[in-house]
Each structure stands twice: as structure tokens, then as C-alpha cells.
Nanobody, 114 residues
């Protein structure tokens, strides 16, 4: 199982950014897959996830600003982040569970600062 997140960068408050997570090594279309983040000096936290049936869940802190989606043909998950705030600064990771084991991709850094 391989997961690779990319698309991070520096953005001003109020700006937008789109993250992508490319997946390989498992039946992508059947798995729930999600985004987590680790803010500086804090523990990793849940951001959003999307099921095989395209049902979505969001943390309260990003609800209404972030949108998670997936493309099963391209085996890719996305996170559209709008109205970014400095507190969204973090390393963002994608994660899935396969055969009762959690798999994490290498993160991508998002910095929200003026």
C-alpha cells in the first residue's frame, strides 16, 4: 500500500489550496480514505474522510471550508481547502485502512501566513 500526498505550499489567509493523494497497492474504490493533519507542536488530528460510497465526514474546524472528494479511475483523493486560516497550518497526511492495518502517506506541508 502506497499513499503520497502533494500540493502543499504557502498561502495567505483567506486563500485556497488543493491537496491530492495518489494511492496504489490496494483496491482503492472499496476503501474509506481520509485526511489528517499535524499542526506545529500538536498531535495529529482528523480532518475529513470519504467512504467507498462517497459519504463524507469533516471535523468541525474545517466544515464548510474544506471539501473532500475522490476519483476512483485515477485512484486519487483530493482536499479542496478554501478560506484558509493560520490555524490550518500543518503537515497534511492521507490515510487508509487495509486488512485491519492503518497506512499513512508522507505528508505535505501547508503554511497559512501573510
Amino acid at each position: 500500500v502506497q499513499l503520497q500526498a502533494f500540493g502543499g505550499g504557502l498561502v495567505q489567509p483567506g486563500g485556497s489550496l488543493r491537496l491530492s493523494c495518489a494511492a496504489a497497492g490496494f483496491n482503492f474504490r472499496l476503501n474509506t480514505i481520509g485526511w489528517y493533519r499535524r499542526p506545529p507542536g500538536k498531535q495529529r488530528e482528523f480532518v475529513a474522510d470519504i467512504t467507498s460510497g462517497h459519504s463524507t465526514n469533516y471535523s468541525d474546524s474545517v466544515k464548510g471550508r474544506f471539501t473532500i472528494s475522490r476519483n476512483n479511475v485515477y485512484r486519487t483523493m483530493y482536499l479542496q481547502m478554501n478560506n484558509l486560516k493560520p490555524e490550518d497550518t500543518a503537515v497534511y497526511y492521507c490515510k487508509t485502512k487495509y486488512k485491519n492495518r492503518d497506512y499513512w502517506g508522507k505528508g505535505t506541508l501547508v503554511t497559512v501566513s501573510s
